[in-house]
């Protein structure tokens, strides 16, 4: 992915390929462990043009000569991929053009030189949790039988999404009386559940595909929140039709609610400001920030001028997976 700035045609974003700018830099995203687009050493102009004599020059971040590298390819038109990228690969990279223009007339010959900068970010897909709310009406607010209905149904959720590697978390309840013009005084129970996709057992599904990891868990814990959504919509009609008796506490229709969760894995945050064009996508903490656990966003570092957050800068030691490592099965979600 690439992001144009408010004054960058999106021309200049081609088909696995991105192009410079004299003017400003372009931020580039990479998906960790995935090659990066071709970075174009011209615009999209000058690559319209003949160009005499091109020579070129790129720098990595850590300020070294990218030519002969194994992680690039490096083509001898002055494009540049960077290959399995990694969080550490994060930065600036640029790229010095020099080339001739021989003037028509007098056939004298003058050196042009063109400068382009490359903001390079590593970035991962959010894990995917869902936060999911439920109401049953009960005939009285009974903390005992409150209790172990609430047990029982996640129970039941949970064998109905176990197979996928998924689990109930941070079950919660709480018991209401209500009046309704209606009905009268009436008591509900409303119940509130996350589901998340790192069940016991999920690492050994994640050690088969490591660098997709995310895709695999984020597909498996949307289809058990599809497989509880129709469990519910096919409560009423289990409750009504298969029990002799009628149940002391009854599905309250239509009153199922699902909620999308996002988090990052630590040392990735979202930033819809600095990062617009990929808003949706975990990027690597910048330099000044970091992200400990499963937050959405990067903190600040306590100390200004601290370009690696550390315990005496930050107040707080960056987890296993944190910026500067490649960690790909730190879960998101604690289970």
Not at 60 to 82: F, I
Not at 111 to 133: C, I, T
Not at 142 to 148: I, Q, V
Not at 274 to 292: E, K, L, R
Request: overall charge neutral.
């Amino acid at each position: 992915r690439a992001e144009p700035k408010a004054e960058q045609s999106i021309d200049l974003i081609g088909k696995n390929e991105v192009y410079g700018d004299t003017r400003h830099e372009v931020s580039v995203y990479v998906k960790v462990f995935a090659n990066s687009p071709f970075l174009v050493c011209m615009d999209l102009a000058l690559s319209q043009e003949k160009i005499i004599d091109p020579n070129y020059l790129w720098i990595g971040p850590d300020g070294s000569d990218l030519q002969g590298q194994g992680y690039v390819n490096l083509t001898e038109t002055g494009k540049l991929m960077v290959i399995g990228f990694r969080v550490s690969m994060s930065g600036a990279y640029t790229c010095t053009l020099s080339h001739k223009v021989i003037e028509t007339t007098t056939q004298e010959e003058i050196e042009m030189v063109e400068a382009y900068k490359f903001m390079v970010y590593a970035y991962r897909e959010a894990d995917h949790a869902y936060q999911m709310s439920v109401r049953f009406n009960t005939t009285h607010c009974r903390l005992k039988t409150d209790r172990l209905f609430v047990e029982m149904l996640n129970k039941i959720l949970n064998s109905t999404i176990s197979h996928l590697t998924c689990h109930i978390t941070g079950s919660s309840y709480k018991c209401h009386s209500i009046r309704t013009p209606k009905n009268g005084l009436q008591h509900e129970l409303f119940v509130n559940f996350l589901v998340s996709p790192f069940a016991p057992g999920w690492e050994e599904i994640c050690h088969k595909v490591p660098y997709d990891c995310e895709d695999v868990t984020n597909r498996r814990v949307r289809q058990a929140a599809e497989r509880i959504g129709k469990f519910f919509h096919q409560l009423k009609h289990v409750l009504k039709y298969e029990f002799h008796t009628v149940p002391t506490i009854q599905y309250v229709d239509n009153s199922f609610s699902m909620t999308p969760i996002d988090s990052c894995r630590p040392g990735f945050g979202k930033n819809h400001h600095s990062h617009q064009n990929c808003a949706s996508c975990c990027v690597v903490c910048g330099p000044g920030t970091y992200s400990p656990n499963n937050e959405v966003a990067c903190r600040t570092c306590a100390s200004p001028q601290a370009r690696i957050c550390t315990k005496a800068s930050c107040g707080a030691r960056l987890a296993p997976g944190a910026a500067g490592t490649d960690d790909p099965l730190t879960p998101a979600v604690n289970s």
